[in-house]
Each structure stands twice: as C-alpha cells, then as structure tokens.
C-alpha cells in the first residue's frame, strides 16, 4: 500500500477523527462509520464511472468465495455458463461451476501455450447464463488490454488483480468483482460491482446469505462488514484521485512496466519474457533467465537491493516482478537497471 496512506492509518488508528474511538471498534450502523461507508460508495462510482444501473456491494471472501457464488446465483444444474480459461484462477472458477452442476462452455482458452497469451478470439454461444473471465492473471503475466464482446450475454470478470488499476469499459459488463489486497487495500474486503437486473435471477434456493440481492437491498449491512477494510479502501481510493484519476493511475502503471519489459527485450541472451508482447500484463511482469542456474545468483543479487518476492510460480518458475498501484516508479527504475547490468554480465 501507498506510504502516505499507512501514514494516515497509523495517525488515525487510536483515535479517528476526534471520535475517541479507533474506525476499528465502532459500530458498523452509527453515524461516523456510516459516512465513511457512503462517502466510499460515492468515490467509488465517480471513480470508475459505474454507471447508475450498477450496485456497489461490500462482501468477504475474496474471489474463490466468488467463484462458487456467481453459479451458485446465476447457473446450476442444468443451464450452461460461458468461460474462457487463461490460467490458474479461471481453472478454479470453471471447477466451482461445475460442482454445481453447470454445462461450462470453454469459449477459448491459452492452456496449451502454457497460458502465454491472452485468446484473440472467443467462440459465442447463444443462452450462456455469463461469461466469465480473469482480466489480468498473476501467475502467467498476462491481461486484457481489450474487454470481448460476449454476443447475447454479458461479461462476469474477476478484476482481482488489476481492480483500479486502469479505466473500466462498463459496456458488456453485468458484474464484476475484486479482492482489494493487490490495488486497493488491505486483505478481507471483495468489492462487487453488479446490474441490478441480476438479482431477478437469482435461484430462489440460494442462501440468503449468499445471495447478492441480500447486499444490495441492504447497503451491505446484513450483517457486519468488513469496516477496517472498508476505511483503509476509501484512502486508496483518495490518494488513486491525487495520482490522476484512474487515467492517471494507467498512465503511471505503464511507465513502470515498460522499464521492466524493456529490461527483459534488452538482454535476450539473459531473459525469456513468458507472455506473449501483445498479451503482456502491466500487474506482474513474468520472466526466466536463460540460464537457470543463475537464478540463485539473480535473486540474492536483488534481494540487496532490497528487491523481494520475485520468485515467481512453481508453474512457470523464474521470476515474477508485481508492480501494483502503490509500487514506487523509482522501484522499477532500479530493479530495471539491476537486470540490465545482470544481462550485460551474462
């Protein structure tokens, strides 16, 4: 998370605004945690541009609780849901769907290019209950630069990764949902963003705590939610608007990328960037060194630069650099330089 925003948690932790009482033991109904919730829901919608047909729902969870919830809602036995298969977490969506029972219908997937690329073209199907994709998959490197258009249904997207990272194009969109611990704060907080035509629907033997409608029709106070979370979420939210906007934000994602990108297309000899250029994420930057046995070397190298969690996934190896919304331009600048004189060296 950004300095200046642990700097305000820190200053406010004890004692939020003159109340006596840190956010973190006040009631989720009184009136101090109750603007701060409205006062989210609103930056929120300014920020993103959601459009008005869309709730704001505060949920836990994170995107595997999402993941059996969307077909548990909106699918089942019986009825067919569209998804498109770019890594490890479309593959946990599609296995929760059909636990439940549901037809899944692959509408593309990268699996046998070792989830290297994102699928240029989708195959449509009429009926789909949704069609759900990742947008950007931390393991692989990879990301929507473009939303596709999902023909007679509508897109369910798990941003997780790149939640306010970039603007949103609402235009196919029916839900879409994101853990905040990557882009928008703190662990324990899973914002969605759903039409309200949704919840007409839901099966009538979903939970009611299970149910999105249950969130929407009571501003996601059924029941106590996460209100730390929440408040730490609406000081991202704060400091994103200082950066730019989410244009702003973009802009400067970019930036940091390409010192990396650059870095890797440099030094041939060293580096073998895994995703494909077209397909290539501005979240996690995903490489192996030609030489594997120089990985060793590699990482301590960085970690005295003070350059850590590089490792990257047991299912690609080498290295992965995550460079989210709060991770310095000046980071990337010297983890750059540093592959840069690796290269050089090899």
């Known amino acids: 998370m950004p300095a200046s925003v642990l700097e305000i948690v820190r200053d406010e932790l004890l004692d939020y605004q003159g109340s006596g009482m840190s956010i973190m033991e006040m009631s989720h109904r009184g009136k101090v945690f109750d603007a ?51 890594g490890t977490w479309s593959e946990k969506a599609v296995e929760q769907a059909k636990l439940q029972g549901v037809d899944v219908f692959m509408a593309a997937s990268s699996q046998s290019e070792k989830h ?8 449509k199907k009429a009926g789909l209950d949704y069609l759900h994709i990742t947008s950007n998959n931390t393991i692989y490197g990879t990301q929507y630069h473009t939303l596709p258009d999902p023909g007679d249904t509508k897109l369910v997207i798990d941003m997780s990764s790149d939640f306010l990272s970039r603007p949103i194009d609402w235009k196919h969109i029916g839900m879409a949902y ?30 009611t705590m299970f149910r999105y409608s249950t969130y929407g029709k ?33 802009k400067v994602n970019q930036e940091k990328a390409k010192y990396i990108y650059d870095a890797i ?3 041939p000899n060293a580096y073998i960037g895994h995703s494909k250029k077209e397909s290539r994420s501005l979240m996690n930057i995903t490489f192996n060194l030609t030489d594997k046995s120089k990985e060793d070397e590699f990482q301590k190298g960085a970690q005295n630069l003070k350059l850590s969690g590089l490792k990257g996934h047991r299912s690609v190896g080498g290295f992965r650099a995550s460079v989210y919304n709060a991770m310095p331009v000046e980071g990337c600048k010297i983890l750059a330089q540093y592959m840069n004189e690796f290269g050089e060296a090899i």
Do not use: C
Request: cysteine-free; proline content about 6%.
């Open 36 to 86: 701060v919730y409205k006062e989210s829901i609103d930056r929120l919608r300014k920020l993103a541009s959601i459009p008005e047909k869309f709730d704001i729902l505060y949920m836990t969870g994170g995107a595997s609780t999402q993941f059996a919830l969307i077909p548990l809602n909106f699918s089942g036995k019986g009825r067919t849901a569209g998804y498109v298969n770019t």
């Open 116 to 123: 290297n690329h994102i699928p240029a073209v989708i195959e």
């Open 178 to 207: 994101a853990g905040t611990q990557k882009n928008a704060g703190p662990s324990g907080l899973t914002v969605v963003v759903i039409d309200r035509e949704y919840y007409s629907r839901e099966k009538s033997d979903t939970p």
């Open 218 to 250: 009571n501003e996601s106070m059924y029941n106590t939610p996460p209100t730390f979370q929440i408040y730490v979420f609406n000081l991202i939210m704060k400091w994103i608007e200082s950066t730019g906007g989410l244009t702003g934000m973009d």
């Open 265 to 267: 297309d440099a030094s």
